[in-house]
């Protein structure tokens, strides 16, 4: 059995009887075709407000101060993680930027 097929083989393998084709589609005179309706767009719809997905807070106490044991001062941070330990460095960080000396008290949930 040969494997090499002719082109006309092919089509017809794949497409079937060329007699077979679909009809082509009745001419309508121009005439008969209503005019496009113009449709006005209308107001869009008022979007609902959609709740905020819960995100895990934590809240760290840190004692702050610029004297070394001096005068200190109590300062909240929240941090949005659930990682206690990168809390406790975000908020060190932040506060590092104003105090000379941070000493974390507590970590949290909100």
Do not use: W
């Amino acid at each position: 059995m040969s494997s090499e097929l002719t082109e006309e083989e092919m089509r017809h393998a794949l497409f079937g009887d060329a007699d077979t084709s679909t009809p082509a589609a009745a001419h309508v005179p121009i005439e008969s075709i209503a005019a496009p309706a113009v449709v006005t767009p209308a107001t869009s719809p008022v979007k609902k407000r959609i709740a905020k997905a819960f995100t895990p807070r934590l809240r760290v106490v840190l004692r702050v101060g610029n004297e070394f044991e001096g005068e200190t001062f109590e300062m909240t941070y929240e941090a949005d993680t659930m990682s206690t330990l990168l809390a406790e460095q975000e908020a060190t960080k932040a506060a590092r930027k104003k105090f000379r000396y941070v000493e974390v008290v507590s970590v949290k949930p909100i």
